[in-house]
């Protein structure tokens, strides 16, 4: 099977013109209950995570991050699929959803903390701040393993197909198309199908890991990879954000119901670099990034708004929120200040430790023979 014999569930045009096609029918009820704020909503978080990405890409260039990896042009796939999910889910992310980890709750800057390197998480998974995400994971697929296992935990806590959606939980993984080659991947979906978990492993497909295009790295649709284990799985047309919000809200459900996991290919694109460490002039042509930058998801919500109404105004008002929203980040990152050395022992376990506390005591003699050092050696430059 081919890449053109596959079924694309697309509810929005290029132009942002509503056009379901056949695949999307059954997705329709979703989109239709959405009220004009929700849709509207949509739209606020892709304005606004693409102006916190641009303005953090430019403070990596400034020499304020160690690294970025940036998510223009994946907007529509990852705020579709996280206003999917419900507040019980527990969200599994790569490295890449900075729109994903802000809807459920993450403050921004914490990402920047991590990419800075002042923390060596970034933030607290259990502070319900949060919204049940985990850190990011900048091992390729091993957060898939992650997900599954606590995925498992759920079924044998009893927390999914009760038939209470309001108290049945799922879980929702996130990765990228080179990390779907990762045998991590692999196993967590075998063991997601032989469990019946309810997860939703969620694939953005942006076409390149790093150098390597997903035509080398793949002789099949990368959709047919959850099928082979027995895992339902759709491709999604990932630049249009009501077709993700669907198909990811119709595929949580089921999870959560206990219908086991679900699979998504959300087709997108990555307009920028892999990381800010990266120059993707090196590996792909400008016709193909202008090709994709006719799809452009924020555009195409654009359009779609417009023809349902939306004046200026609003508008306006959304890209003035963005702008607020990136000057903050850029503000919050300059008052930064490099954590102290016992950062280096702190949580690494939940509960005190005598060997950490011995090592910790250590340092701390160490660092202090060095000011005792210099005073001594001052001293002696008096005499």
Known sequence: MTDADIPVVRVLDADGSYAPN??????????????????????RDMVAIRAIDTQATNLQRQGQLALWPPSRGQEAAQVGSARAARP???????YREHAVTRIRGVDPVDIIKLMRGTSNGGWDPTDPRNGNTRIYTLVLGSQTLHATGLAMGLVFDG???TGDPDRDEAVMVYYGD?????????EAMVFAASYRTPEVFFLQNNHWAISVPVSTQSRVPLVQR???YGIPSVRVDGNDVLASYAVTRRALDEARAGDGPRAIEAVTYRMGAHTTSDDPTKYRGSAEEQEWAQRDPIARMRAYLENRGAGESFFADVEAEAADAAEDLRVRTLELVAPGHDAI???????????????????QQYEASFSSGAAAGRQEEIR
Do not use: M, R
Request: hydrophobic share 35%; aromatic share 10%.
């Open 22 to 43: 056949a695949a999307a029918e059954q997705y329709l009820p979703l989109i239709d209950a959405l009220p004009d704020s929700e849709l509207e909503q949509l739209y």
């Open 88 to 94: 019980q889910d527990t969200i599994f992310p790569s």
């Open 159 to 161: 927390k999914c197909g």
């Open 178 to 186: 080179g990390a779907s080659s990762q045998g991590d991947v692999h």
């Open 226 to 228: 959850g099928i082979g």
């Open 345 to 363: 022992f702190d949580n690494v376990y939940s509960d005190p430790h005598p060997l950490v506390a011995e090592q910790k005591a250590w340092h």
